[in-house]
Nanobody, 120 residues
Framework: QVQLVESGGGLVQAGGSLRLSCAAS????????MGWYRQAPGKQRELVAV???????NHRDSVKGRFTISRDNAKNTVYLQMNSLKPEDTAVYYC??????????????WGQGTQVTVSS
């Protein structure tokens, strides 16, 4: 099977930085898109940033210039560098990956979520 394990969340003051990591492991043949989503209390889950296998990225407007998604293909790991954090960035952050398994079936996988709390 496939697992996504996240790390790097925590409590930070406004203006601070955090770096999230998400490592994929298991029966992986290839990984297509990888991304980060977040869900604040009482709100729907929203896409924060995505990176495809070719390296192209897309970030939601509210994080452009502050967050950067990157990927280490050799480690099957995606990162989210978050700078200039704001209280409105407070949420549970989830890693997502579209993975082709060694059985040649494609699925979307999710990490367990990591809490990011930004104090004012």
């Amino acid at each position: 099977q496939v697992q996504l394990v996240e790390s790097g969340g925590g409590l930070v003051q406004a203006g601070g930085s955090l770096r999230l990591s998400c490592a994929a492991s298991g029966s992986i043949f290839s990984i297509n898109g990888m991304g980060w989503y977040r869900q604040a209390p009482g709100k729907q889950r929203e896409l924060v940033a995505v990176i495809i296998s070719g390296g192209s990225t897309n970030h939601r407007d509210s994080v452009k210039g502050r967050f950067t998604i990157s990927r280490d293909n050799a480690k099957n790991t995606v990162y989210l560098q978050m700078n200039s954090l704001k209280p409105e960035d407070t949420a549970v952050y989830y890693c997502n990956a579209r993975i082709l398994t060694i059985q040649k079936r494609e699925y979307d996988y999710w990490g367990q979520g990591t809490q990011v709390t930004v104090s004012s």
